[in-house]
């Protein structure tokens, strides 16, 4: 069975969720890059290291990359932590995600993500040093390019992403479990109790965008295994409308693999909001996209830049909003000065091995008018 098979088996079948480790804290080694000379990396088995990465602002919104370890002061759980480990290049290893909603309110806006998406991996990924990754999410959650540094493996998983046609969810039972064509019933049971216990939800405005989803699958499945550096790319209108998982618990997961989520807000408003158009007023009647008729219209929920904002703020990342002045290509290059001008800390917090759960993080700089952006947190476990 191959990666792609796997992954969609996961989220279609969904076998008992792993104990996850605390990714956070590394347990088996640290790694740090000391400012003055390329020293050796330095390992150590028996010391637990938070690792926190951060980019600063001036008060003009530009990046701040000339700061020393002196210049920040970190708290954990409203206590003085001593930063042990600090380095401001960013040479360390950089795996990325790329989430691509392909529900239906994404179908006029997939070309520009696409081009824009290749372009941003060329230019972004150093060869034999960085990985990257590509899924889809609207019903289904599916790996369409497993990790690799191949920009021309990605290039073909970006031409990969198809909207879902309405016909194709119609035959599906309109998002009912057991209808899936050519597949028979459900590959495994749900599990009958907790949040998950539920059965899938049918789809809204062509077969439900499972956003919350793919950011778990992608955490748990890919990034926590990775070393190094570790940023999901989101690009969506914030809707989720069919997943499993929560919001918290998706948010959860990418903390527990020390992932950064930046966010791209892309709302194509005349699909969502123009009368006879992809969701109409009220949501009733047929909606028409391209001349043919779209039997799935919704209005957008006044939530969506709310969840994208949230999954980026508390994971460290950064939400940014496709406008007539921004287009994605330049939130791509925004973004890209950011990943080459981040600080990485590391710190062994000052409290007892059996302290575990989640831990806040206030991390600060010394000098006056300089926003520091980092996670709001970590998860700890024995």
């Not at 150590?44 to 600063?56: G, P």
């Amino acid at each position: 069975m191959n990666s792609r098979s796997q992954f969609v088996r996961r989220i279609l079948g969904r076998i008992p969720r792993p104990v996850m480790g605390g990714v956070a804290i590394s347990l088996v080694c640290v790694l740090a890059y000391p400012l003055a000379g390329q020293q050796e990396p330095t390992f150590s088995t028996d010391v637990k290291v938070v690792n926190v990465l951060a980019t600063v602002r001036d008060k003009q919104g530009r990046i701040v990359s000339n700061l020393s370890k002196e210049d920040f002061s970190l708290q954990e759980d409203g206590r003085p932590q001593t930063i042990r480990y600090f380095s401001r290049e960013s040479d360390l290893p950089l795996t990325l995600g790329l989430l691509v909603d392909t529900s239906l309110s994404q179908a006029r806006v997939l070309d520009e993500e696409r081009s824009a998406s290749y372009s941003f991996l060329d230019n972004v990924l150093r060869e034999d040093k960085d990985l990257a990754f590509l899924i889809h999410f609207d019903k289904e959650v599916e790996l369409l390019q497993d990790l690799t540094s191949s920009r021309e493996r990605l290039q073909a998983g970006l031409e990969l992403l198809r909207t879902p046609e309405p016909d194709v969810w119609s035959q599906r039972g309109g998002g009912l479990p057991g209808s899936w064509p050519g597949t028979g019933p459900w590959p495994a049971p749900w599990p009958n109790s907790g949040p998950r216990g539920r059965a899938p939800r049918a789809g809204l405005g062509g077969g439900g965008t499972n956003l919350y989803d793919a950011v778990y699958l992608a955490s748990v499945e890919l990034m926590q295994k990775q070393p190094g550096r570790k940023a999901l790319i989101i690009l969506s209108d914030g809707v989720d409308t069919g997943s499993m998982e929560t919001l918290s618990s998706a948010l959860e997961s990418s903390q527990r693999a020390d992932t950064l989520i930046y966010t791209i807000l892309f709302v194509d408003d005349e699909m969502y909001q123009s009368r006879g158009g992809f969701g109409s007023p009220g949501g009733g009647g047929m909606g028409r996209r391209g001349g043919v008729m779209n039997p799935y219209p919704q209005q957008i929920p006044p939530n969506g830049r709310a969840i994208l904002e949230r999954l980026s703020k508390d994971s460290g990342g950064r939400l940014f909003e496709v406008t007539r002045k921004q287009s994605v290509g330049q939130i791509y290059a925004t973004l890209q000065e950011e990943l080459r001008n981040q600080y990485s800390l590391g710190y062994s917090p000052d409290r007892t091995g059996a302290d575990n759960g989640y831990h806040r993080i206030r991390l600060t700089a010394r000098i006056k008018n300089l926003k520091v952006q980092t996670r709001e947190g970590y998860y700890s476990q024995p």
